[in-house]
């Protein structure tokens, strides 16, 4: 069976009601239908990264129609702290978040990520996890705790999020260790990998800090840059012409 570094749920999110989503790569820029697909895991293991994580996390995603419904959720409880437009809130103190289901959905996209290329002219894969990649594979199997020397993050951009959009998982800039990142519509979840990953960020990491700590601040110009930069090679098809033709008129 195939399985997809995105999932399929998140595709339909970032779809326009009159087409097909917008496909952003450092190679084209079009409108297209396509998604990302190959035979990697079995039926068994494609089905507990679903039931682990991405059922409970794809609802929740912010939509065109402007609804996001995990902001909703972490608004029912009072962030642990406010600097000008950002906010902390402790998602331990939430009991409608699941704290593990979301750990395991930004854990399952990022090693599918790493061990395969996800293109027909690439066989290197996105990023790479090096040494620490089996024990993310043992964690996501549920047969180890969360990997050492792994930090994972999560932002959430307040409504209305101005990216209804995703991006897969790429590397940083973090000058520190190995840095990774990657969007869904309204969280990003960053990952920074090696031993020398700083002190201050070990204590956001989500899996592991007991409060579960999430950032809310706009990252619609982060995302912006993003594609900016990595985009800016790409060919621009035709078909994405014409519809942004149509949408300026």
């Known amino acids: 069976m195939n399985s997809h570094l995105m999932a399929r749920g998140v595709y339909d999110l970032c779809r326009p009601p009159d087409g097909d989503p917008i496909l952003l790569s450092s190679e084209v820029i079009m409108q297209s239908g396509?998604?990302?697909?190959?035979?990697?895991?079995?039926?068994?293991?494609?089905?507990?990264?679903?039931?682990?994580?991405?059922?409970?996390?794809?609802?929740l995603l912010a939509t065109i129609e402007g609804a996001f419904p995990f902001f909703d959720i972490l608004q029912e409880i009072p962030p642990e702290l406010v600097?000008?437009?950002?906010?902390?809130?402790?998602?331990?103190?939430?009991?409608?978040?699941?704290t593990s289901k979301l750990t395991h959905f930004a854990m399952g996209v990022f090693w599918k990520a790493s061990v395969h290329s996800w293109s027909g002219s690439e066989t290197t894969p996105l990023i790479d996890l090096g040494k620490y990649g089996e024990s993310v594979r043992?964690?996501?199997?549920?047969?180890?705790?969360?990997?050492?020397?792994?930090?994972?993050?999560?932002?959430?951009?307040?409504?209305?999020?101005?990216?209804?959009?995703?991006?897969?998982?790429?590397?940083?800039?973090?000058?520190?260790?190995?840095?990774?990142?990657?969007?869904?519509?309204?969280?990003?979840f960053a990952l920074l990998v090696g031993r020398a990953?700083?002190?201050?960020?070990?204590?956001?990491?989500?899996?592991?800090?007991?409060?579960?700590?999430?950032?809310?601040?706009?990252?619609s110009s982060t995302i912006k840059n993003v594609v900016r930069t990595g985009t800016k090679d790409a060919h621009r098809a035709k078909n994405i012409a014409r519809y942004m033709d149509k949408n300026r008129s």
């Open 34 to 59: 396509r998604q990302l697909q190959h035979p990697l895991l079995c039926k068994d293991c494609d089905g507990s990264l679903s039931r682990n994580g991405e059922n409970w996390v794809l609802p």
């Open 83 to 98: 600097d000008g437009n950002s906010k902390l809130y402790a998602a331990s103190r939430n009991p409608e978040i699941d």
């Open 197 to 219: 990953a700083p002190a201050l960020s070990k204590q956001s990491c989500f899996a592991t800090n007991p409060l579960h700590p999430i950032l809310v601040c706009d990252l």
């Open 138 to 188: 043992t964690y996501l199997l549920g047969q180890s705790p969360f990997p050492q020397n792994i930090v994972l993050t999560i932002g959430a951009s307040p409504p209305p999020v101005k990216m209804i959009s995703f991006h897969n998982p790429y590397r940083g800039l973090q000058p520190e260790c190995h840095n990774f990142l990657f969007y869904v519509p309204g969280l990003e």
